[in-house]
């Protein structure tokens, strides 16, 4: 069976801490890995797609990938309290639409 | 930006009632649209996948009898739960695939809230 493993959490961290949240994967056959995050009673909003091995940054994200070792994570540098959400690692296989969610981190930035 | 626009944002009904959710694609046409449910601290978990001018396709242990979905426009897919019991109260978001070609973004709706009384 496809999967994600996430860790639950809660994480917490210190405002302006680097928050680091990770996610693996099962399918090897795994092509594109999305990070979206969830505030309480709303929907997904995405934050960074990765595609390739390596680092993708965007501002304060940095999102991290390596398909031999099958994890993706997502940094989150200077902790803001409004990143305090629970975050999803998603990925979706070649040729597909269909995205499979991890059961997502909560995040605590402490002010 | 791309908006996928949801409604309605919250629905209570009373057991053995049908509840319609409504998804459109604003500004774009989606040939395929997917239907998720989210229970309380939850993963979302792929209902399935509506396709344009023809039958959804359902994932394992959803029963597409009891979850109606039409897609009968380029904009617009429809759930319908049907005889709707209290089990069935969940948050349902719809998503389309946006950013063009290639680009393999989804995104959501805001949602709809069902509590079944």
């Known amino acids: 069976q496809k999967e994600v493993e996430q860790n639950s959490g809660p994480l917490s961290v210190p405002e302006g801490a680097i928050a680091s949240l990770n996610c693996t994967y099962s399918d090897r056959g795994s092509q594109s890995f999305f990070w979206y995050r969830q505030y309480s009673g709303k929907s997904p909003e995405l934050i960074m797609s990765?595609?390739?091995?390596g680092d993708k940054e965007d501002g304060r994200f940095t999102a991290q990938l390596n398909k031999a070792s099958q994890y993706v994570s997502l940094l989150i540098r200077d902790s803001q309290p409004s990143d305090s959400a629970t975050y999803l690692c998603?990925?979706?296989?070649?040729?597909?639409?269909?995205?499979?969610f991890g059961k997502g981190t909560k995040l605590s930035v402490i002010p | 930006g791309a908006v996928v626009s949801q409604h309605p944002s919250r629905v209570i009904c009373k057991s053995g009632t049908s509840v319609k959710i409504e998804c459109r694609s604003l500004d774009f046409q989606a040939t395929t649209m997917f239907w998720y449910r989210q229970f309380p601290k939850q993963s979302l978990m792929l209902m399935a996948t509506s396709n344009e001018g023809s039958k959804a396709t359902y994932e394992q242990g959803v029963e597409k009898d009891k979850f109606l979905i039409n897609h009968a426009s380029l904009t617009l897919s429809t759930l319908t739960v049907t005889s709707a019991h209290p089990e069935d109260s969940s948050f349902y978001i719809c998503?389309?695939?946006?950013?063009?070609?290639?680009?393999?973004?989804?995104?959501f709706g805001a949602g709809s809230r069902l509590t079944v009384l």
């Open positions: 998603a990925w979706r296989g070649a040729g597909s639409y269909q995205l499979t």
């Open positions: 998503s389309a695939e946006t950013g063009g070609s290639g680009a393999n973004v989804l995104t």
């Open positions: 990765i595609y390739s091995n």
